[in-house]
């Protein structure tokens, strides 16, 4: 299989650096400073040295030009100030109020504020620029993980399926009583074969390669026609809800919202004791349905946040969780026009909190289809 080719993300400029530097309050401080120490200097010099009416052009050219490198490094509002307060001082102390006109005063302010913006309209286009390669790069590599895993996932599961066959034919020759050590042998066997397709199946629904046509859910409704499938996925774990009573539709692919709220469930029950309880919630908050899935298991520390969301990714033992129930739940909700965060801290639990638009529910009802989603065990 040929990859695709990603583009090089451009390294940032000195120059660029140093822009952005300007605009840090510890950037616009020193650049500040520096410009008017330089513009003392100039001014006070052509004071003390000579003649106006023979000198009076070269500070000021110096001066506006430091008022225009001020207002390029450091924005336009410290450039104009700065080339303000210049004219005002060149025209009293160097040129003694006789130099053209006072229109001076406008003119160099003008000039700086006019080198400041266009400075920030090249930082913006700069970011513009990186934040779009960024977007490229990360459409390729959702691209490249598609091709892989919907190539090899389909060869995968044709395996699993022969495995499983011949695991139920093995099952079916075998008397309970004959060889019970090779009948639980067996039993883990196809176990384990749906676990990997379980597997499988969360992978393809990741890499956007398993999709189905959108249909209208009200949120609460389908929470609580998971309740006794939850509540024994999670046993001995207890489930508490606090179901809004609002109507809370919402437009998913058929079965997503089951697959969403089973994972995180799972998720959260990985995460907590086996006296612990697991809160589902849902709520509308203006043109958005939330739903909330809060467990009160050890936490997560700020460096394992920023992970939170990687694939595979999991604070638990590998024998305990496949590290996909948080990157398909996002996924789910981002393709429905939503998004997922975290509220998490060490020693006080995780709340994961699902936003998603509210739609209008199909033919006047709730729109609930679909089966229910099997949780990867």
């Known amino acids: 299989m040929a990859r695709a080719g990603s583009p090089e993300i ?20 020193l650049f500040l400073v520096a410009a008017l120490i330089l513009e003392a200097v100039i001014l006070s010099t052509a004071a003390q040295q000579g003649d106006a009416d023979h000198f009076r052009g070269v500070p000021g050219v110096s001066a506006v030009f430091v008022a225009c490198a001020l207002a390029a490094l450091a924005g336009p509002v410290a450039g104009g100030i700065v080339a303000a307060g210049s004219a005002v001082v060149f025209l009293g102390a160097v040129a003694g109020g006789t130099t053209g006109s006072w229109l001076v005063v406008l003119l160099w302010p003008a000039v700086a504020i006019l080198a400041g913006m266009l400075t920030d309209r090249l930082l913006a286009a700069d970011a513009e620029q990186a934040r779009l390669v960024a977007r490229l790069v990360e459409s390729e590599r959702r691209q490249l993980a598609t091709q892989i895993v919907g190539g090899i996932g389909h060869h995968f599961n044709n395996q699993l399926t022969v495995m499983m066959g011949y695991a ?33 199946r969360l992978l393809f629904i990741l890499s956007g390669g398993e999709t189905d046509v959108p249909a209208s859910r009200d949120v609460s409704a389908a929470v609580r026609a998971l309740e006794g499938p939850l509540a024994e996925a999670i046993a001995p774990r207890r489930l508490e809800f606090r179901l809004t009573g609002e109507p809370a539709p919402v437009l998913l692919e058929d079965r997503a919202l089951d697959v969403l709220l089973t994972e995180l469930v799972r998720n959260a029950a990985e995460a907590t004791p086996p006296d612990a309880t697991i809160r ?22 700020e460096s394992e946040l920023l992970h939170a969301f990687e694939p595979f990714f999991s604070t638990k033992p590998p024998v ?12 789910l909700a981002e393709r429905a026009g939503g998004d997922v965060t975290l509220a998490s801290r060490p020693g006080a639990g995780t709340t994961v909190s699902v936003r998603l638009p509210v739609a209008a529910p199909a033919d006047g009802g ?8 099997a949780p990867v065990r």
């Open 10 to 29: 451009p390294s940032a400029l000195q120059h660029i650096e140093a822009l952005r530097f300007g605009r840090t309050i510890r950037g616009r401080t």
């Open 366 to 373: 709730t729109g609930l289809t679909g089966g229910v989603a």
């Open 280 to 301: 589902v919630a849902t709520s509308r908050s203006g043109e958005d349905v939330v739903l909330e899935v809060a467990d009160s298991g050890r936490g997560m520390s």
């Open 168 to 200: 139920e034919l093995a099952q079916l020759r075998l008397a309970d009583g004959d060889d019970p050590g090779t009948v639980e042998a067996i039993d883990a066997l196809h176990r384990a074969g749906e676990r990997l397709s379980a597997i499988t």
């Open 320 to 331: 305990s969780s496949t590290g996909l129930g948080l990157p398909v739940a996002r996924a």
